[in-house]
């Protein structure tokens, strides 16, 4: 099957820095790929749409300006956290459709655990 | 908006069949979706199942739909110690539409051997 990747698969930052997260498709194009947000033993929260060559398309109450989003291939995507705070301490998970196809499936990273201290 | 429901915990012994229930409030959703997510790892696509449908089997797992009362059953026939997981239902809007995939809470399925 598909697989999508997450790089890293953790990291830990000082309040106040950036943080950059990868997610590459690694054996197909991915026209869209998604950005979730799943705080402990809760759901996941589609955070932003992400298109190829286009600007992300977030969803209500995610701060475009603090959660960047640049999709400038059809097999990464990168979702930047800037100034973080513990708040945003969570596990992001990206998925991607695979282009042209009509299938329903996302495929889905491993995951990356944020720690902001 | 869109709401996906689910009990939190199941405990089953291993060899018994599992039954993990959803219930959902968007009347167009097109497709259903059962996803297993392992600890610290992304999700795992299962089965998923067209609105039109009322039933799907897959080897030991079998998918129910009443689309009338907004409900979806996952049932793992056999459980085995290795399909303790979190299972995540989810729902995607209507073709042409913003497809957003919505998903539920989160049953967290412990096997006892």
């Known amino acids: 099957g598909a697989v999508v990747s997450q790089h890293p698969s953790w990291v830990i930052c000082k309040s106040g820095t950036s943080v950059k997260i990868e997610c590459r498709s690694l054996d197909f194009q991915a026209t869209t790929m998604f950005w979730y947000r799943q705080f402990p033993k809760q759901s996941l929260m589609l955070m932003a749409t992400s298109n190829e060559g286009s600007k992300a398309t977030y969803e209500q109450g995610v701060e475009k300006d603090k959660f960047l989003i640049n999709h400038a291939s059809l097999t990464l995507s990168t979702l930047t956290v800037t100034s973080a705070h513990p708040e945003d301490s969570s596990f992001y998970i990206c998925?991607?459709?695979?282009?042209?196809?009509?299938?329903?499936?996302?495929?889905f990273g491993p995951g990356t655990r944020l720690t902001v201290l | 908006g869109e709401d996906v429901e689910q009990s939190l915990f199941l405990s089953v012994r291993e060899g018994d069949s599992s039954v993990i229930n959803c219930t959902y409030t968007?009347?167009?959703?097109?497709?259903l979706y059962w996803y297993k997510q392992e600890p610290g790892a992304g999700l795992q696509l299962l089965t998923y199942?067209?609105?039109?449908?009322d039933m799907k089997q897959d080897q030991r797992l079998t998918v129910l739909l009443n689309k009338k009362d907004k409900h979806l059953s996952l049932r793992i026939a056999d459980t085995q110690t290795g399909d303790s997981a979190i299972y995540f239902c989810a729902e995607k809007g209507p073709v042409g539409g913003y497809q957003k995939v919505t998903f539920g809470t989160g049953t967290k399925l412990q096997v006892i051997p």
């Open positions: 199942i067209f609105s039109n449908m």
């Open positions: 998925s991607a459709r695979e282009q042209g196809s009509t299938s329903v499936e996302q495929f």
């Open positions: 968007d009347s167009s959703s097109t497709y």
